[in-house]
């Protein structure tokens, strides 16, 4: 889906529109049933504050999409496969780390002097 709409300055453009149409279509397809509200991703609600879809819409006219929010997690959008992998490598190192760390504590006593190993 193209997204190139939330960077555009003027929003009363027909791309910018049918962009906006098209994330509450998305939006509101991926609504849990019972739920009436969303997070507003326009520049001031920042997705930090819920409202209708048609309010969602409204505040996207007015204010513009929060630019950095090219993801779209809080409506629906699943991580792709690239990110659960970019997420198990920063994993794998933390676990070097760990081990490295670990590694080092038993060399050295807790008093940081490297101890005799017979």
């Known amino acids: 889906m193209d997204r190139s709409w939330i960077h555009m300055h003027t929003r ?3 791309q910018y529109i049918h ?6 279509n998305f939006a509101i397809g991926h609504m849990k049933p019972g739920i009436t509200e969303m997070l507003c991703p326009c520049n001031r609600c920042n997705n930090l504050l819920y409202r209708s879809p048609h309010q969602v819409e409204d505040h996207l006219y007015a204010n513009g999409m929060v630019m950095d929010y090219g993801k779209w997690i809080f ?3 699943e991580e792709s496969d690239d990110d659960l992998e970019e997420e198990e490598s920063e994993e ?4 070097v780390f760990e081990m ?5 504590e038993n060399r050295f006593g807790d008093d940081g002097e490297p101890q005799d190993h017979v």
């Open 75 to 77: 409506h629906g959008e």
């Open 100 to 104: 490295l760390h670990d590694l080092q």
């Open 92 to 95: 794998e190192v933390d676990e």
């Open 19 to 24: 962009g906006v149409k098209e994330f509450i």
């Open 12 to 14: 009363g453009k027909t």
